[in-house]
């Protein structure tokens, strides 16, 4: 399954130019861009992206996988079908940008409780500034992050800023690996 998701990333998701032309949401020009969106958001690039994060976090026995919408939804949700069709039932949840501002006023959806050991997911890592927000939600409701794991890895720092923070992480794949076709 990884190497399916490896052959859908290169040729549907990583655009790569001659000059800097893709703008960052750092602001940053780079010379690619990964849109993983059209893999995940996709029927056989979900189930692959499924498969591949359950094959990481199974032995872990975690109760949840998720992280900040709207990259990690879909990886969330894959994965969650793939655990059930296992039978291995791992619940998928987000977490808001910010708390609701009506109703309950939670910042995580889901059927995750406190006490819950979770995996954070994220589509692409640069920084990881937004899988370190939704890893710091959710520990402060009560859950028990496991790790975040990456789709891919710019490796831009985030690896370093999330290892710092005293989290385990996992990429799927390093961007040197994707751009050594």
Do not use: W
């Not at 969330?76 to 109703?103: D, M, N, W």
């Amino acid at each position: 399954m990884r190497d399916k998701l490896k052959q859908l990333i290169l040729k549907k998701a990583l655009k790569v130019s001659d000059k800097p032309i893709f703008k960052l949401s750092s602001g940053k020009l780079s010379t690619y861009y990964l849109d993983l969106r059209v893999i995940t958001l996709d029927p056989e690039g979900g189930y692959i992206v499924g498969n591949v994060i359950f094959d990481i976090v199974k032995e872990k026995n975690p109760d949840g996988v998720g992280g900040l919408t709207l990259g990690a939804d879909p990886i969330a949700y894959a994965t969650a079908i793939v655990s059930y069709l296992k039978k291995h039932p791992i619940k998928p949840f987000v977490v808001r940008k910010e708390p609701k501002k009506h109703g309950t006023g939670k910042q995580i959806e889901g059927n995750v409780k406190e006490g819950d050991n979770v995996f954070i997911v994220e589509d692409v890592v640069t920084t990881a500034g937004s899988c370190l927000k939704a890893a710091k939600v959710a520990k402060e409701n009560g859950l028990n992050v496991l790790g975040i794991i990456a789709l891919v890895d710019r490796e831009e720092g985030g690896a370093e800023n999330i290892q710092k923070e005293g989290f385990d992480f996992y990429s799927v794949f390093k961007v040197s690996e994707l751009l050594k076709r």
